[in-house]
């Protein structure tokens, strides 16, 4: 999607000022498998934006981006 599409069919969520658009059905699917955590690390190997369902182990947030 791009950033000047239309979100009518979307749903926002929104958490720390931050809003993101969601297909119902994959906000749905993906909460089958619990919170759903949009993240960005920065890591040697590379920097980017991180989608997690569920909680593997912990919340990388509290790591200060080191995951």
Request: net charge negative.
């Amino acid at each position: 999607m791009a950033l000047d599409e239309p979100t009518e069919d979307l749903e926002k969520l929104e958490s720390n000022g931050i809003e993101v658009y969601i297909e119902p059905k994959l906000k749905s699917f993906l909460g089958q498998y619990g919170t759903i955590k949009i993240d960005f690390i920065n890591h040697p190997s590379g920097s980017g934006f991180t989608i997690r369902a569920g909680d593997p182990g912990g919340d990388c947030g509290s790591c200060r981006g080191t995951c």
